[in-house]
């Protein structure tokens, strides 16, 4: 007998229970209106993911309680219809006949921080005809990178499988099939099919990483899967949909496409997925850029912001915060700001001015160097004696930090900040200067990758217009333009080999002596090294930003800014 199942890639917001709700019953009435007899949403789908500390709140779970009994009451016209649907749960906290965890069932008792949960929940539950069958509880509580789940759930290792014409489905959700024991658990209850609700958010490669591991659970169980998994951005999280369907031998029979929301229908026979539409596979740099698009249209989007606001510069960094900006918001709500200074050149001024005439941003120039005479005026006699350095520099960033929140201020607009990963990692930025600001676009891009993208961004096909960032911006030697003459290798290492050193280091947890192994200099090994330790406390104070690799400074970047050890070479 044939079954149509839907996938329902949908873009939910954390703590939006009513809007959470909308989504996921008009994905059911569309999976509905076309035949389908099972849609699985996400992993806490009704709640958003990841809640974070929301989950020590009861309220929290009292909401979600209240949301699931709407849900399921929403859902009820929509006859036959089987949905799973991801939410937070606390034993006695709804009216369904859950198995106790723990012997207390207390939902209103007080949740302890840092005592491990014990009637907490991820759970997926089964809704059928107005009426919640069942529910499954999270077994595998992930606690590396951006994970944090032991913090908040605990675990319960018994398997959920239900029927629907004649074949049995195995529900797990999301890090229970990085790993072997909950399928085979489904698989040993009768699964003849896995379904496994997700919220993994994206990271470089990371779709190949999901392909590998749910083919290794094929390898063991024999049956197909179907990995329906959210999109959308979430504070500096972007997860990029590309749910899918592997049949019993791993072979790939429908996949969505990524970073966009979907309802997609999958047809089985018997439990055995029929050919279906796949997403063409994308180049990193268009999934990098494309997360990139959705981090700052959620971040800006779902918090209220009317729009952004950038200090163009004429480099590269700017450019590309400038076009990601414009695509993910529209030119109208985009504004730029030149701030020049006596040490900015002609050319930057100019290649300002016709970039933002390119994507059609409104377009303005504030000169900083009477608001600098004044401040050199003030500190003349404190600085009596002393050579201009690097303070006179930042003094620069810092009014112009200044500007922008000002500009911020009396608009409403948030300020992007423009660092990149490889300025951010050896402090190659200006406290309350160019860090200023509510949301760092690139701050996980590396400086080879931002040209990268450039060069993706001015070809792409996919974007009304092209060439948006001018030729001479991308060839030019990069500069802060903060004195005479200057360039960023001038203080950097040139940025292929910080950029190496950097990933080895802070992304793959590499020793100095492989690093020197790999074929870099001992210098610019210790020298870089040294700079990502000790400008930790300048990232503490950073604002957050977009994550696209496996590690980036914030949520899975946790070294001491007080330190006093220092790693050999040998």
Not at 215 to 242: C, H, K, S, W
Not at 415 to 430: I, R
Request: charged share 25%; aromatic share 8%; hydrophobic share 45%.
């Amino acid at each position: 007998m044939k079954t149509r199942i839907a996938l329902a890639q949908i873009n939910v917001t954390v703590g939006d229970f009513a809007g959470n709700v909308a989504k996921i019953v008009a994905a059911a009435r569309a999976a509905h209106s076309d035949g389908a007899k099972l849609l699985v949403a996400p992993e806490l789908a009704l709640s958003g993911y990841p809640p974070e500390d929301l989950l020590l709140r009861p309220a929290f779970y009292t909401a979600s309680a209240a949301a699931l009994a709407d849900l399921t009451a929403q859902l009820k016209p929509f006859t036959g219809l089987h949905v799973i649907v991801g939410h937070p749960l606390r034993d006695g906290s709804d009216n369904l006949a859950h198995r106790p965890a723990n012997g207390h069932g207390n939902a209103n008792a007080p949740i302890e921080r840092g005592v491990p949960p014990v009637d907490t929940f991820n759970a997926a539950s089964l809704i059928v005809d107005g009426e919640v069958k069942g529910t499954y509880r999270k077994q595998d509580l992930p606690n590396t990178e951006v994970f944090d789940e032991k913090r908040y759930f605990a675990s319960d290792p018994q398997p959920f499988v239900f029927e629907l014409d004649g074949v049995k489905y195995g529900v797990v959700i999301c890090e229970d099939a990085w790993h072997a024991s909950a399928a085979q658990m489904a698989k040993a209850a009768g699964a003849q099919v896995l379904l496994i609700p997700n919220g993994s958010p994206y990271h470089l490669n990371k779709e190949a990483v999901r392909f590998d591991i749910l083919r290794a659970r094929i390898r063991e169980t024999g049956i197909p899967m179907v990995y329906v998994n959210m999109v959308g951005g979430q504070d500096e999280l972007v997860f990029d949909g590309g749910s899918f369907v592997l049949d019993a031998r791993g072979e790939l029979v429908a996949k969505l496409a990524q970073f966009e929301e979907a309802t997609a229908v999958v047809e089985f026979d018997a439990g055995t997925p029929l050919p279906a539409a796949i997403a063409p596979e994308q180049s990193i740099e268009a999934q990098v850029y494309a997360a990139l698009v959705m981090g700052v249209r959620d971040y800006i989007g779902k918090n209220g912001f009317p729009g952004a606001l950038i200090g163009l510069s004429g480099g590269v960094d700017s450019a590309l915060v400038l076009a990601v900006a414009c695509d993910a918001l529209g030119a109208d709500k985009v504004r730029a700001v030149m701030m020049p200074s006596r040490y900015t050149a002609d050319i930057s001024t100019s290649d300002a001015a016709e970039m933002a005439r390119r994507v059609g941003v409104r377009y303005d120039e504030i000169a900083i160097a009477p608001m600098f005479d004044a401040f050199r005026g003030s500190l003349a006699e404190e600085f009596a004696g002393r050579a201009e350095d690097a303070t006179e520099e930042n003094i620069q960033a810092r009014i112009r930090g200044t500007l922008l929140m000002a500009l911020s201020n009396k608009f409403g607009s948030i300020v992007l900040t423009t660092g990149n990963k490889s300025e951010m990692a050896v402090g190659y930025c200006t406290l309350y200067g160019d860090m200023a600001g509510g949301f760092a676009v690139i701050k996980d891009i590396a400086k080879t990758l931002v040209y990268r993208l450039c060069r993706y961004r001015n070809a792409a096909t996919t974007f009304a217009t092209r060439d948006v960032i001018p030729e001479r911006i991308l060839t030019r030697a990069p500069s802060a333009e903060l004195r005479e003459n200057q360039t960023d290798q001038d203080s950097l290492p040139e940025y292929e080999v910080l950029d190496a050193i950097m990933r080895m280091y802070m992304e793959e947890d590499r020793s100095l002596a492989e690093i020197i192994a790999a074929g870099y200099q001992v210098d610019d090994v210790k020298r870089v090294t040294r700079l990502i330790k000790i400008n930790e406390y300048k990232r503490r104070q950073a604002p957050i930003g977009i994550r696209v690799t496996h590690r980036a400074f914030g949520r899975d970047w946790r070294y001491p800014i007080t330190s006093r050890y220092t790693e050999p070479v040998e």
